[in-house]
Structures are given as structure tokens and as C-alpha cells.
């Protein structure tokens, strides 16, 4: 209870409650995420159960286009291999999210981690670990995704890869995306680490990792927060790229980039739907976290990013 | 300058050799090379002779100075599927990919620079509001949806442009066809560019309004309207020209997202470019293809930031002194 007068007090959810776009954005975002990990209660079916998919009732319209074959049963219509479009739908966005949070996780904490060491020791190690993450940075978090995907494809074989596809990919992310944080941390530990407390923690004797990660890092979390948000968009965003382009989740458990793709297989046929719904589902998730983070930097304004 | 010069070359060719080794050990780890060359009759002995022979029984740092020296002379191997050096085959490949990216650059430059400019100046008017919301949205769709949507809309629907490929082609000169001199060649360009300037002008758009808010705030442009300057010489003259150096930089590292982008929109559009040529090459699991590409793509980076980095010395001499890392 005194947790939630804390969080309703803050000027942080005063500010939000007087931000009509941020609290759209963040409705949206609440209903799809609990549309999407609530899919075994909500989806009409299941797609990953076997028995209930019938190949006959592939490629199936939408209830509201009125064609002969629109199914009552499929209000969205149906996939290339019969499944509902709305339950396949909400199992994948499960699929993106969990995929675009965890590469999030672990990214942070590569970032974080470097970021700090980085900061606080200076020297030699810090030039050499920043100009690894200038370096790899200039080459793009997608172009990086790409290649360490497609060498684990050609490492694991095709098989392999699309088995374990969802941590591949949590790996593939996370380590594609590091240097964001490590940039962000380390220059808020620059500016932290010259300041009275931590010349006070090191006065009276305390070890190097307590004063890293006990004092100065909870003081850059703020930047760290700010760009989470995006990073999480960014994420879901690679993921739904590499599936596209076929080095993401398998058809058998499809994410939203990957219903995409097999959409786009028949879009020639006029199968529109198939890409459209997740399509949309997609740039609403992404855009409506976006929002939020661009409500959340002008709030916490650290002139952090120029983008 | 000569200092820093020589120092932004060392660090490149530095890049260039992790590159190379990063290569080289996909090379290593994926495929067999004897296999490839044999085939499945060849006894377990002959194989072996062959190995030795190939120096593939080698240790792994003379093999790959071997890569090296062999990249120095152009050669990145075979290309399993092509059966050509893959060098070749990329080479073939660019004209398509430089086509589509210099169509795309130039709808960029001469559309971002405007916009972003005038979003920064009148940021509370309705149009500056409709280009930073419309720029949002452009970066939250990702480019093949925008390409999928315009294929479906234009070339399956409404049936106005072609959706796949690069129409009829003429050859400029030797080993380069373009598709820039036939109205079909024009119309397979329209679509790919269009999805492509989606994703990439709103970058620019929001990176060129925020350099210029950041400077019409400095020192010298309130000073430039104290002296009663004309409004329009201090923001065009006077503050463009400090917005346009961190937008060539952030330019150049921008690179690698449209290259990333570019591989996407000729997947979607079977653009015959090296984006396309690369995704084939990872299908059909061929490495020396995709270590050519890697190596490909990265000695372009290394040197588009070299020379940016370098020009931006020359420009700005705070850079040039050891501070600036």
C-alpha cells in the first residue's frame, strides 16, 4: 500500500496522468501486452495445437470481406497453414515481446556492466572497450544482428536454429544492441565519479565493485531507463527484420515478423490479410512504446539522444 | 593533422584485420572445403592428401595470414553457388544496390534538409507538429511493411507498377547495367526507393531538427540577432552551417542502417543486389559468399567513416587533439 501512495504521489505519475498522448500510448500498450501473454485464455484457438488445424481451412478471408469462403469461426481469417489470424496473432506479439524484453535484459546488463568498468577504471581499458562499441555501433545494430544470425544459422544448421530460434535470437539481439548502454552508462559515470559521495566511499576504505555498483550505478539509472524503452521497440523491431528476412522464428511458432513473412508469400494471390494484421499489430506495439519512451526522455530530459 | 591522419588510418586498418579474422573463422567453422570440392565417393585417405595439399592442415594463423594475403589480391575464394570468385559475383551485384541507395540519398538530402530545418525553427506550428508526428510513425514501420503495403496497393491492386525485379536494363559500361536510362528500369526503381526513403528520411529528419533547435539556442545566434542581423542569414548562413557537421557524422554512422535496410528492401523486392545476394548466400549455406559480402561491406564502412572521420578533423580542430576519443 505505502509502494502504491509512493508511485501515485510521484511527480512522475502527476505528470503522466496530465499527458493525454502518454496515457494513450500506455493504455494501448497494457491492453496488447495483456492480450498477448493472457493468448491461452483469450485466443478463440490454439495454434500450436496440432489437432485442431485443418490445412483446408487455409488462406480463409476475413468474416467482414463477405466472400464465399469467409469462415464465422475465424473473425480475422487464416494463415497459410489454417490457423486463426487473430489467435496465431496474439501467441506471436507473446513471441516479439518476450523476445524484445529479454534481448533488453541482456543487453543492459553487457552495457551496463562495460559501461561502469569503462567509467570508473579510465585508461587504456576504457579507450580500447568505447572504441570497441564506436566500432561496432558504426556498423549498425541490424547489420550486426544480421551476420551473427546468419553465422549462427550457417554454425547450427537450419534445423538446430529454429529450435532453439527464441533464445538464438535473445542472444543475437542482446549482443547486437550492448553498445548503446555501455555509451549511455559510461558517460553518466563520468560525470558521477569526480562527485563528493564516491570520493567519500573511497575514503573510508570501501572495494572498488561496492562503490561501482552500489553507489554510482543506481545514480545513472535514469539515462538507463530512458533509453530502455526504445531499446525495447528497437528490439521487437529487429526481431520482426530477421524473421522477415528468414533468420527469426520459425513458421511453426511464428512472431509477429514472421507471420509477416509468410503474409507476404501470398500477397500476390491477394491474401492481404495475412501480412496486414500482425503488420498493424506490430507498428501499433512499436509505436506505442515509442511514445512512451519520447513521453518519458522530454520528462526525465537528459539530453541523451540526438536522434 | 598529418598525426591524426595517419592515426585514423592505423585504426581502420586495425577494423579491417578483426574483420578479417571474424571471416575468416566463419569460413573456418561453417563448411567443409574438401567436401565441397570432392563430393561423397572420394576415399578417407585421398581426402586427407587433399587436405594437406589445400593447407587446411595448417595452424589457424598461417592459414588466415594465407586469407589475408589472399584478400589483398582481390580473391575471397569461390563462390559455391555461382561457381565464380565471389568478388565477381558481388561486383556484379553493386550496381543494383548503388542505384537504388544514391536514388534514395538524393530523395533524403533534398527532403530532410528542409523539413528538419523548418521543424526546428517553427516547432509549435501545425506542420512542424504533422513532419515530427509523421516522422514517428515512419520510424515505428518497419521498411519491408512499408514495401509490402506499396506492392500490394500499386502492383497487385491498382496494377500501375511492377513489384519484383529491375525491368529492362543498359549497359552504361562494362559490368555495370543500369536501369536509369528506360522508363521500365525507372518504374522497378520507384517502389524500392520509396520504401527505403520511408525508414530513412524520418532519421534524418528528427536528427537534423534536433542539431538545429540545439544550435539556434548557442551563444553566437543570440549574438547574430543582437547585432540585428537579418533573421534569414543567421539561421541559413549562420547556424545551418554549425546543424550540417554532427548530421555528416551521424551521416556516416548511418550508413550501416541503410545497408541493413537496403538488405531488406531487395529481399522484398528481388532486387538483384548484393542485400538479396547475401540472404541467398546464408539459404543456400554459402560461405565464402557471405565472407566476401562481410568483408565487402565492412571495407566500405571502414572507409566511408575514415573519410568522414577525417574530413571532420579537417573541419572542426578540436577533434584533431588527443581529447577527443
Given at each position: 500500500?505505502?509502494?502504491?501512495?509512493?508511485?501515485?504521489?510521484?511527480?512522475?505519475?502527476?505528470?503522466?496522468?496530465?499527458?493525454?498522448?502518454?496515457?494513450?500510448?500506455?493504455?494501448?500498450?497494457?491492453?496488447?501486452?495483456?492480450?498477448?501473454?493472457?493468448?491461452?485464455?483469450?485466443?478463440?484457438?490454439?495454434?500450436?495445437?496440432?489437432?485442431?488445424?485443418?490445412?483446408?481451412?487455409?488462406?480463409?478471408?476475413?468474416?467482414?470481406?463477405?466472400?464465399?469462403?469467409?469462415?464465422?469461426?475465424?473473425?480475422?481469417?487464416?494463415?497459410?497453414?489454417?490457423?486463426?489470424?487473430?489467435?496465431?496473432?496474439?501467441?506471436?506479439?507473446?513471441?516479439?515481446?518476450?523476445?524484445?524484453?529479454?534481448?533488453?535484459?541482456?543487453?543492459?546488463?553487457?552495457?551496463?556492466?562495460?559501461?561502469?568498468?569503462?567509467?570508473?577504471?579510465?585508461?587504456?581499458?576504457?579507450?580500447?572497450?568505447?572504441?570497441?562499441?564506436?566500432?561496432?555501433?558504426?556498423?549498425?545494430?541490424?547489420?550486426?544482428?544480421?551476420?551473427?544470425?546468419?553465422?549462427?544459422?550457417?554454425?547450427?544448421?537450419?534445423?538446430?536454429?529454429?529450435?532453439?530460434?527464441?533464445?538464438?535470437?535473445?542472444?543475437?539481439?542482446?549482443?547486437?544492441?550492448?553498445?548503446?548502454?555501455?555509451?549511455?552508462?559510461?558517460?553518466?559515470?563520468?560525470?558521477?565519479?569526480?562527485?563528493?559521495?564516491?570520493?567519500?566511499?573511497?575514503?573510508?576504505?570501501?572495494?572498488?565493485?561496492?562503490?561501482?555498483?552500489?553507489?554510482?550505478?543506481?545514480?545513472?539509472?535514469?539515462?538507463?531507463?530512458?533509453?530502455?524503452?526504445?531499446?525495447?521497440?528497437?528490439?521487437?523491431?529487429?526481431?520482426?527484420?530477421?524473421?522477415?528476412?528468414?533468420?527469426?522464428?520459425?513458421?511453426?511458432?511464428?512472431?509477429?515478423?514472421?507471420?509477416?513473412?509468410?503474409?507476404?508469400?501470398?500477397?500476390?494471390?491477394?491474401?492481404?490479410?495475412?501480412?496486414?494484421?500482425?503488420?498493424?499489430?506490430?507498428?501499433?506495439?512499436?509505436?506505442?512504446?515509442?511514445?512512451?519512451?519520447?513521453?518519458?526522455?522530454?520528462?526525465?530530459?537528459?539530453?541523451?539522444?540526438?536522434? | 593533422?598529418?598525426?591524426?591522419?595517419?592515426?585514423?588510418?592505423?585504426?581502420?586498418?586495425?577494423?579491417?584485420?578483426?574483420?578479417?579474422?571474424?571471416?575468416?573463422?566463419?569460413?573456418?567453422?561453417?563448411?567443409?572445403?574438401?567436401?565441397?570440392?570432392?563430393?561423397?565417393?572420394?576415399?578417407?585417405?585421398?581426402?586427407?592428401?587433399?587436405?594437406?595439399?589445400?593447407?587446411?592442415?595448417?595452424?589457424?594463423?598461417?592459414?588466415?595470414?594465407?586469407?589475408?594475403?589472399?584478400?589483398?589480391?582481390?580473391?575471397?575464394?569461390?563462390?559455391?553457388?555461382?561457381?565464380?570468385?565471389?568478388?565477381?559475383?558481388?561486383?556484379?551485384?553493386?550496381?543494383?544496390?548503388?542505384?537504388?541507395?544514391?536514388?534514395?540519398?538524393?530523395?533524403?538530402?533534398?527532403?530532410?534538409?528542409?523539413?528538419?530545418?523548418?521543424?526546428?525553427?517553427?516547432?509549435k506550428s501545425w506542420w512542424a507538429r504533422l513532419a515530427m508526428g509523421g516522422s514517428i510513425i515512419g520510424v515505428s514501420i518497419p521498411v519491408f511493411l512499408t514495401a509490402i503495403l506499396l506492392i500490394y496497393v500499386f502492383a497487385v491492386w491498382l496494377q500501375w507498377l511492377p513489384s519484383f525485379g529491375r525491368g529492362e536494363l543498359v549497359e552504361i559500361f562494362p559490368g555495370w547495367k543500369s536501369g536509369f536510362f528506360t522508363w521500365s528500369g525507372l518504374a522497378h526503381l520507384f517502389l524500392p526507393t520509396i520504401s527505403l526513403t520511408s525508414i530513412m528520411l524520418p532519421l534524418f529528419i528528427r536528427l537534423i531538427r534536433a542539431e538545429m533547435t540545439e544550435t539556434l539556442q548557442t551563444e553566437y545566434v543570440k549574438y547574430a540577432r543582437a547585432r540585428g542581423l537579418k533573421e534569414n542569414r543567421i539561421l541559413y548562413v549562420h547556424a545551418f552551417?554549425?546543424?550540417?557537421?554532427?548530421?555528416?557524422?551521424?551521416?556516416?554512422?548511418?550508413?550501416?542502417?541503410?545497408?541493413?535496410?537496403?538488405?531488406?528492401?531487395?529481399?522484398?523486392?528481388?532486387?538483384?543486389?548484393?542485400?538479396?545476394?547475401?540472404?541467398?548466400?546464408?539459404?543456400?549455406?554459402?560461405?565464402?559468399?557471405?565472407?566476401?559480402?562481410?568483408?565487402?561491406?565492412?571495407?566500405?564502412?571502414?572507409?566511408?567513416?575514415?573519410?568522414?572521420?577525417?574530413?571532420?578533423?579537417?573541419?572542426?580542430?578540436?577533434?584533431?587533439?588527443?581529447?577527443?576519443?
Amino acid at each position: 500500500m505505502r509502494f502504491f501512495k509512493k508511485i501515485t504521489g510521484s511527480n512522475l505519475f502527476y505528470n503522466f496522468l496530465r499527458d493525454p498522448m502518454a496515457i494513450g500510448s500506455a493504455t494501448v500498450l497494457l491492453f496488447l501486452i495483456v492480450a498477448s501473454f493472457g493468448a491461452p485464455l483469450f485466443a478463440p484457438h490454439n495454434p500450436y495445437d496440432q489437432t485442431t488445424i485443418d490445412i483446408m481451412d487455409a488462406e480463409l478471408p476475413p468474416i467482414w470481406t463477405g466472400a464465399a469462403d469467409a469462415d464465422s469461426r475465424f473473425l480475422l481469417g487464416t494463415d497459410p497453414q489454417g490457423r486463426g489470424m487473430l489467435s496465431t496473432m496474439l501467441y506471436g506479439m507473446r513471441v516479439s515481446v518476450l523476445i524484445g524484453v529479454g534481448a533488453v535484459v541482456l543487453q543492459s546488463l553487457i552495457g551496463i556492466i562495460i559501461g561502469l568498468i569503462a567509467g570508473y577504471k579510465g585508461g587504456r581499458l576504457e579507450a580500447l572497450l568505447m572504441r570497441l562499441a564506436d566500432v561496432q555501433l558504426s556498423f549498425s545494430t541490424y547489420m550486426v544482428a544480421i551476420f551473427i544470425s546468419a553465422v549462427f544459422q550457417g554454425i547450427f544448421g537450419m534445423g538446430v536454429y529454429s529450435d532453439y530460434a527464441l533464445g538464438l535470437l535473445i542472444l543475437v539481439i542482446g549482443f547486437a544492441e550492448w553498445p548503446q548502454y555501455a555509451r549511455t552508462v559510461r558517460a553518466s559515470v563520468m560525470a558521477e565519479k569526480n562527485k563528493e559521495y564516491v570520493e567519500a566511499a573511497r575514503v573510508i576504505g570501501l572495494p572498488q565493485w561496492r562503490i561501482m555498483f552500489r553507489h554510482i550505478l543506481p545514480n545513472t539509472m535514469t539515462p538507463v531507463l530512458v533509453i530502455s524503452t526504445v531499446q525495447v521497440a528497437n528490439a521487437i523491431m529487429s526481431e520482426a527484420a530477421l524473421s522477415f528476412i528468414g533468420l527469426g522464428m520459425p513458421p511453426s511458432q511464428p512472431s509477429l515478423g514472421s507471420l509477416i513473412k509468410s503474409g507476404f508469400d501470398y500477397i500476390a494471390s491477394g491474401s492481404w490479410w495475412i501480412s496486414l494484421f500482425p503488420g498493424i499489430a506490430l507498428v501499433v506495439l512499436i509505436l506505442s512504446i515509442n511514445l512512451l519512451g519520447d513521453w518519458l526522455r522530454d520528462y526525465l530530459n537528459p539530453k541523451l539522444y540526438k536522434d | 593533422m598529418f598525426a591524426f591522419i595517419i592515426r585514423r588510418i592505423t585504426q581502420a586498418i586495425f577494423v579491417m584485420l578483426v574483420i578479417s579474422v571474424i571471416g575468416f573463422a566463419i569460413k573456418q567453422s561453417v563448411g567443409d572445403p574438401v567436401r565441397e570440392i570432392t563430393g561423397i565417393s572420394v576415399s578417407v585417405a585421398e581426402r586427407d592428401a587433399l587436405r594437406d595439399k589445400l593447407g587446411l592442415n595448417d595452424p589457424f594463423p598461417v592459414q588466415w595470414f594465407r586469407f589475408v594475403k589472399g584478400a589483398l589480391h582481390g580473391d575471397l575464394g569461390n563462390s559455391f553457388k555461382y561457381k565464380r570468385p565471389a568478388v565477381q559475383v558481388i561486383l556484379s551485384k553493386a550496381p543494383a544496390t548503388l542505384e537504388l541507395v544514391l536514388t534514395t540519398s538524393i530523395l533524403v538530402v533534398l527532403l530532410s534538409i528542409p523539413i528538419g530545418i523548418y521543424a526546428a525553427i517553427h516547432s509549435k506550428s501545425w506542420w512542424a507538429r504533422l513532419a515530427m508526428g509523421g516522422s514517428i510513425i515512419g520510424v515505428s514501420i518497419p521498411v519491408f511493411l512499408t514495401a509490402i503495403l506499396l506492392i500490394y496497393v500499386f502492383a497487385v491492386w491498382l496494377q500501375w507498377l511492377p513489384s519484383f525485379g529491375r525491368g529492362e536494363l543498359v549497359e552504361i559500361f562494362p559490368g555495370w547495367k543500369s536501369g536509369f536510362f528506360t522508363w521500365s528500369g525507372l518504374a522497378h526503381l520507384f517502389l524500392p526507393t520509396i520504401s527505403l526513403t520511408s525508414i530513412m528520411l524520418p532519421l534524418f529528419i528528427r536528427l537534423i531538427r534536433a542539431e538545429m533547435t540545439e544550435t539556434l539556442q548557442t551563444e553566437y545566434v543570440k549574438y547574430a540577432r543582437a547585432r540585428g542581423l537579418k533573421e534569414n542569414r543567421i539561421l541559413y548562413v549562420h547556424a545551418f552551417k554549425n546543424t550540417l557537421l554532427p548530421v555528416i557524422t551521424v551521416g556516416g554512422v548511418q550508413l550501416g542502417t541503410l545497408i541493413a535496410f537496403t538488405i531488406l528492401t531487395e529481399t522484398v523486392f528481388q532486387w538483384g543486389g548484393m542485400g538479396s545476394m547475401f540472404i541467398k548466400a546464408v539459404e543456400d549455406a554459402d560461405t565464402s559468399l557471405m565472407v566476401a559480402y562481410l568483408v565487402f561491406v565492412g571495407l566500405i564502412f571502414v572507409v566511408v567513416n575514415t573519410v568522414v572521420d577525417v574530413i571532420y578533423g579537417y573541419v572542426n580542430p578540436m577533434i584533431r587533439t588527443g581529447g577527443g576519443k
